[in-house]
Each structure stands twice: as C-alpha cells, then as structure tokens.
C-alpha cells in the first residue's frame, strides 16, 4: 500500500503561482514512478504530468509545458509540481498519485482556483 497526502493548493489569480506538495508513505517510495493529475467541475480527471523513480524521464500534457515543472525527493519521499504562469482552465482539483501497477495509488486532491 502507498499513502499519498497532498498539499499546497489555494487561490490564486491568473498569471500567478503555486506549488504543489505531495509527500509519500508506505511501499518503498523509489522504485515507481509519481504524478499529477487534475479535474474540473463537469470534465473527466486528466494528465497533467508524470516523472519516473530516477527523474530521468519527465512527461507533461501539452496544456502545461514551459509551465508546469514537477520535481521529487526521494529522501523526503515527496513528489512536486510547480505551477507558473496559471490560467482559468487550470482551476481543477489536483491529485497525486503513484504508478506502482497502473496509476493505482492517489491522494486526497487539493483544490486550485485561478481568478481573474
């Protein structure tokens, strides 16, 4: 079993920025690899961005390259995405979670608010 616990989100106005935590606990965090994800009211939870054990590969969804950048500790056993330049559409619940078998382990969700 892994426990994932999110943190950081907030309101913030467009062009703004967030940071986004996300600390990790149970089955030996390294060996899988962590992610974003995201729904809005109304839409079906989407991808948001994705790194492996080692860091070495990093996928964003289209929607957020050259702004998003997501980044782990595996000391600290914690996954995080930093969030530059927001818009409106980003406004969604954001979910952590961890790729042991197949996306099969998530968090809670935090919510973000872009304003105008």
């Known amino acids: 079993q892994v426990q994932l616990v999110e943190s950081g989100g907030g309101l913030v106005q467009a062009g703004g920025s967030l940071r986004l935590s996300c600390a990790a606990s149970?089955?030996?965090?390294?060996?899988?690899?962590m992610g974003w994800f995201r729904q809005a009211p109304g839409k079906e939870r989407e991808f948001v961005a994705a790194i492996s054990w080692s860091g070495g590969r990093i996928d964003y969804a289209d929607s957020v390259k050259g702004r998003f950048t997501i980044s782990r500790n595996n000391a600290k056993n914690t996954v995080s995405l930093q969030m530059n330049s927001l818009k409106l559409e980003d406004t969604a619940v954001y979910y952590c979670?961890?790729?042991?078998?197949?996306?099969?382990?998530w968090g809670q969700g935090t919510q973000v608010t872009v304003s105008a």
């Open positions: 149970g089955r030996t965090y390294s060996s899988y690899r």
């Open positions: 979670a961890a790729d042991v078998s197949s996306w099969d382990f």
